[in-house]
């Protein structure tokens, strides 16, 4: 492939500023097409962002003969059918994350894209974006020495449509749709790069629980996990504390010092060793997504490789299977 157009299915809030841009500002990329079941939602995406085509069947925008990739921006409960029908369609797909519901659908939609030999993305960009990069090469360096362990510690307050006399909880919380709750949307995120950093996590297990009982899905979860290397990993992810308890710190424990940092609300990573305390400030980019899609295309080019694919996309959904034992 040499010019890249990309057909957007499901052009909802994730598309606005951090992916949809970037499909423009990418060499050798456009975004050409969108779709999303309301035509005058669909209408208004195409006429704001500057995109010619706008539909409101995802077939039709499928079998666009302008569009050669796609974008599958819509909640997980749909990806599998939308993906399998664009690579049967010829057509590489670049799916959000989490890749599925859960690993047997992401198995079936490797299982297509290896039958048909059409590529298969998935939108964990922090696999590319600086911050991160920086991460790994402090790990990857030793500066804090061989690593021992790994500590996550996620605390949210309920999203406000979540409480009150009238509430109204987003899919996110549906299992049917999304799989399990905010910890499927946020801790996918969180095993993908760790996994990125050291490796494949050989096993997992833990508890979920509905203790607040705002939705149907789980709200608090515990874990335990280990890596082939043998690092030994830990987690709680709990989304009905407080405000003032709310919290986003993963630690880093080697042999010669700990790294501390954000996975999603704040810029800096704390290196400490016996030479000091080390701060590197690294803002995230305007559209987050940019540096990953870059990839793509240049894989898509024949120019290198993604670091996110199908494979490595459905670890994630594997791991927190074990962890809830789904």
Known sequence: ???????????GNVTEVKSGPAFNKVENSRLVAVMRRDAEKAADYAQRHGVPKWYSDVDELINDPAVNAIY???????????????MRAGKPVYVEKPMARNADE??????????????????????????????KELIDNKVIGDIRFVNICLQWQPYEEEVGSNPKPRWRVDPAVSGGGHFHDLASHQFDLLEYIFGPVNTASGISRNQ?????ADDI????????????????????????????????????????????EKF???????????????????HVQQPLIEQIVKDLRGEGKSPSNGQTGARANLIMDWITAK
């Open 1 to 11: 492939m040499d010019q890249i157009n990309w057909g957007i299915i499901g052009c």
């Open 72 to 86: 599958i921006a819509t909640p997980p409960d749909v990806h599998e059918e939308y993906a399998i029908k664009a």
């Open 106 to 135: 992401c198995s079936r939609m490797n299982a297509v894209s290896k039958e048909t030999g059409v590529p298969l993305f998935v939108a964990y960009y922090r696999r590319c974006l600086p911050y991160f990069v920086k991460l």
């Open 212 to 216: 607040a009982g705002l939705y149907e």
């Open 221 to 264: 979860t515990v874990a335990n996990f280990e890596f082939e290397s043998g690092i030994l990993g830990n987690g709680s992810w709990c989304y009905t504390v407080n405000k003032i308890q709310r919290e986003d710190l993963a630690t880093i424990t080697g042999s010669k010092g700990r790294i501390s940092f954000s996975f999603f």
């Open 268 to 286: 800096d990573i704390i290196v400490e060793t016996e030479q000091g305390t080390e701060i590197f400030n690294i803002p995230y980019p305007a």
